[in-house]
């Protein structure tokens, strides 16, 4: 039997583990024959991707460039990236005038979105997830595009019912996921018109050690607060793989576009996740509100088919996210504010 594996260290260790190939991601890439656009790869999740998809290059021993597209407010993304071999480039996506000076891609991975915080920016929203999408599919018509969606497209769903299907309809909750629809709409609309061999990728509840809803419930605990249970229970998955996935999904792209859910195969009640946490930090866990009868979820069962099951499984990981909370490890970004229901995220 062998040892389970140890959680990363720190940072350093933390992104050569979400970004270190599995395989498949290899083949996958270089059976693109050219190089490869990641769009909004400054954020939470592209710095990552785009280093798995250099490493996998790497290891296929093809030549073909990683080019990851951002703003880039952050300097230090940036400059790790390029010593990590990743070509940068500095682009507002949002500004039409920028699109003369993107590259030309074998394959694009899009994942520029406004995430949360739609109360009061509903029209940063909507021209994040609706506008920019219309000018990149514009751009790169004819190329295989993989477009980062959310499992925020379905209804709440019965938790007798199980996780939402790929082929059941969609029927988004709030401004946010409607905008995250129409950004589906416009890329399917893309590959009707141009021919643009498409995947839209439905994430739900990704997961690290610094972001995700078990950092979001553990830094609850550690602080002394009750952890929410509106939302009574969720999907989540190592975000590693969802890089693994996401890379080697651009294989499905087709006309019409293939739709992919992604997460891991759990339905995990909240109370479990914040009891299994408290035991492994320590603490006496408290609780607000009342359980639904209904949650988001998702039913990733082709995923998981096509390309295997999460590499780190449920425990690992929420014993990986005690621990580096526990250690004073810090969390990144906005909390996922999964407990909301009305008008969610």
Known sequence: MTEPEKRPVDEAALEERLSRPVPGVAEALAGVGGDIVLLGAGGKIGPSMARMARRALDDAGSDAQVLAVSRF?????????????????AVDLADPASYADLPDAAAVY???AMKFGTSGQEHRTWWSNAAIPTLVAARYRGVPTVVYSTGNVYPLRPLAAGGAVEDDPADPVGEYAQSCL??????????????????VFRLNYACELRYGVIADIAVKLAAGEPVDL????????????????????VTLAGVPPHVLNATGPETVPVRRLATLLAERMGVEPTFSGTEAPDALLSDAGECHERFGYPTVPLRRLVDWVADWVGAGGRQLGKPTKFQQREGRF
């Open 230 to 249: 509106t939302m009574p229970a969720v999907n989540v998955v190592w975000q590693g793989d969802v890089n693994a996935w996401a890379l080697r999904s």
């Open 110 to 112: 899009f994942l520029a």
């Open 73 to 89: 407010s952050d300097a230090d993304v940036r400059k790790g990236l390029e010593a990590d071999g990743v070509r940068t480039l």
């Open 182 to 199: 129409a950004r589906e709409r416009i890329f399917t609309h893309a590959a009707h018109e141009w021919g643009t061999p498409t995947t």
